[in-house]
């Protein structure tokens, strides 16, 4: 057994983070499944040589024991920030000593919403350090220009020295650290290379120590894979308090901050913000700004309230379909899953009648966003069946609802919410699962009064909305009034 001081060889899952003293191929722990077998690597000695903050050493004896009816604390007490979308997600602000994770793919803003909150509290008489492993204090400051950021009580230093960096902060004792990003940290403790899991670890490790002991909130910036997995560092999301992540699609301007993970608040809030030229704007109202870019009687487009953790958002649905010239027509699907689209077309077809023969089927929905709760359902198959048909829903319609495999409509979670905010944007007509229409009546919304359609199956929602059979298919085109546009 080699003494704790005494580097020694382990074997480590790169994803994981899995250890085992032996090797064992590919990694065994449940529900990791990675590809990559596991990596011979030297763990660093228990006790770092040097005896300070940044080792595992404690001063003075063991903590003493607390009882808990025993312990008198206030509220958590946060740092509010002047954006409302953050505090949401946060919880209320920034809670001293905490450490945060901010997760998103390369290119998403994640860099941006960092010095955006650096700016908040440095406004607000606070100092920040921002540790830099990506960028030059040049290029932060050509960022900084574009953000129209003064810069006062902002501190930059470009590191990527775990052991550096937390120097410095022991030096200037910030209101809060920001490290960007944790792949390029490193400490010389561990022998692999940054980005490793063991160097993630240890770095994570010695960012979280410090901001325990000196109450100093620091905020760490993570690369996220397409799949959605950290790349790499899963070991970092265990340790730290808050997990936010930020996502959005490539070319949309739209951008989702989300918690997966959160210690002092619930995880249910998501805040919506614009990528600008100024960085990131807050869109505090996103189902206005969305139904105002609409065209009230398009064809083809069906709006759904969806919930976005609790918050719930009223999202333009959009489909087409057209003649297929390939052998196999085509399907696809942005903003809903894939084999949702497939399953919803086969219902189409076989439960209400839908011909769909020989037709490509495009589904997208509006401003990038993307819906994987089943309460859309019925609205991608009643947007399928309008571009179909050629005719648009009655405007101040919203549809919703889970649809199984014998076309009938199953119930939706907080439906209440849903109606409240249909009703608020306007909506005066909801076609909904007739099990969750009875929960949901005799609720008051918001003063506007939403007309209930309570509809059982697949085929009685299209009823519902066109007339009988028949009525539905007029074979007359509808243009769309281009000027009602303007
Ligand atoms: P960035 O914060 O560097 O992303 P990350 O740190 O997650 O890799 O932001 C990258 C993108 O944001 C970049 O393509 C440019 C764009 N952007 C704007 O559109 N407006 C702005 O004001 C800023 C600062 C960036
Ligand atoms: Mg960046």
Same mark, same amino acid.
């Given at each position: 057994m080699p003494h704790p001081r005494e580097a020694r060889t382990v074997f480590l899952c790169q994803e994981c983070g899995y250890e085992s003293?032996?090797?064992? /191929?590919?990694?065994? $722990?449940?529900?990791? !499944?990675? $590809?990559q077998p596991l990596a011979e690597t030297t763990r660093a000695p %228990?006790? &770092?040589?040097? =005896?300070?903050?940044? #080792? #595992?050493r404690r001063e003075g004896g063991p903590e003493p024991l607390q009882e808990l009816s025993q312990l008198r604390t206030g509220g958590e007490p946060r740092i509010p920030l002047p954006s409302e979308e953050i505090n949401r997600v946060l919880g209320g602000g920034i809670v001293p000593g905490s450490v945060s994770l901010l997760a @998103?793919? &390369? !290119?998403?803003g994640k860099s941006t919403l960092l010095l955006q909150i650096a700016r908040y509290l440095a406004a607000s008489g606070g100092s920040v350090v921002y540790a830099s492993g990506e960028e030059s204090a040049h290029q932060i400051h050509l960022r900084s220009r574009r953000l129209d950021l =003064? @810069? %006062?009580g902002i501190f930059l230093l470009s590191e990527t020295d775990v052991e550096q960096i937390l120097a410095r902060l022991e030096e200037s004792r910030p209101s809060l650290a920001i490290v960007d #990003? *944790?792949?390029?940290l490193y400490t010389r %403790?561990?022998?692999? @290379? &940054? /980005?490793s899991v063991v160097q993630v670890r240890e770095c994570g490790l010695r960012l979280l120590r410090w901001a325990k002991q000196r109450d100093v909130p620091v905020l760490i910036a993570g690369h996220m894979t397409k799949d959605g997995s950290l790349a790499g560092p899963r070991v970092l999301e265990h340790m730290v308090d808050t997990v936010l992540y930020l996502d959005g699609e490539d070319l949309n301007a739209y951008r989702l901050l989300r918690c997966g993970k959160n210690r002092f608040g619930s995880t249910q809030e998501v805040g919506v913000f614009e990528m600008t030229g100024q960085g990131l704007t807050e869109v505090p109202d996103p189902s206005h700004t969305l139904l105002s870019q609409r065209? %009230? +009687? $398009?064809?083809g487009s069906v709006l759904v309230p969806v919930l976005e953790g609790s918050r719930p958002l009223l999202l333009e649905v959009q489909a087409l379909t057209s003649p297929s010239y390939a052998p196999v027509p085509r399907r696809v699907a942005n903003g809903v899953d894939y084999n949702r689209l497939l399953m919803l077309s086969a219902v189409a077809v076989? +439960?209400? /009648?839908?011909?769909?023969?020989g037709q490509d089927i495009i589904v997208s929905v509006a401003g990038g966003f993307r819906v994987t709760e089943p309460a859309v359902d019925l609205g991608v198959l009643i947007a399928i069946a309008s571009s179909l048909y050629n005719r648009p829903l009655e405007p101040g319609t919203v549809v919703l609802g889970e649809v199984g495999l014998s076309g009938e409509l199953r119930s939706v979670p907080q439906i209440d919410r849903r109606l409240s905010e249909s009703a608020r944007l306007g909506m005066n007509r909801a076609v909904v699962p007739a099990a969750a229409g009875r929960e949901a009546t005799? *609720? $008051?919304?918001g003063g506007t009064s939403l007309e209930m359609v309570a509809v059982r199956t697949v085929r009685q929602a299209i009823r519902e909305i066109w007339g009988p059979p028949g009525a539905?298919?007029?074979?007359?085109?509808e243009e769309p009034e281009w000027e009602d546009l303007e």
């Open positions: 003293p032996r090797w064992m /191929g590919f990694c065994p $722990a449940p529900g990791c !499944g990675s $590809a %228990d006790r &770092p040589s040097n =005896p300070s903050w940044t #080792s #595992s @998103g793919e &390369p !290119g998403v =003064p @810069g %006062d #990003s *944790i792949q390029t %403790d561990a022998p692999s @290379g &940054p /980005g065209y %009230d +009687r $398009a064809v076989r +439960r209400a /009648g839908l011909d769909l023969t005799g *609720i $008051a919304h539905q298919q007029d074979g007359q085109p």
